[in-house]
């Protein structure tokens, strides 16, 4: 299962490298798929990138999602792992 985080974007460097904010944990992301991404955007990010530009609303959305996935903070089940 693949699945993308949603982060704001607190920092553009030159090389369109940015810091975002992954519910309070500092990641380096590249925003080259997401050229229309800014400062205090909020992204979806998967492997690295930056892949969507997305509404605050929908990135909130999505965490309380996230929460809902029983094994977020243990081990995932077995056939999870598989």
């Known amino acids: 299962m693949c699945l993308a985080i949603p982060a704001k974007v607190v ?3 030159e090389n ?5 904010d992954i519910h309070g944990v500092t990641r380096t992301v590249s925003l080259s798929l997401t050229p229309d ?5 909020w992204v979806l990010v998967h492997a690295g990138f930056a ?17 809902q996935i029983e094994w ?4 995932p089940p077995a056939e999870a792992s598989a």
């Open 11 to 13: 920092l553009i460097n």
């Open 16 to 20: 369109r490298m940015a810091e975002v």
């Open 37 to 41: 991404a800014e400062l205090d955007s």
């Open 51 to 67: 892949i969507q530009v997305v509404d605050e609303e929908f990135a909130n959305e999505s965490w309380e999602l996230i929460k």
């Open 72 to 75: 977020i903070d243990d081990e």
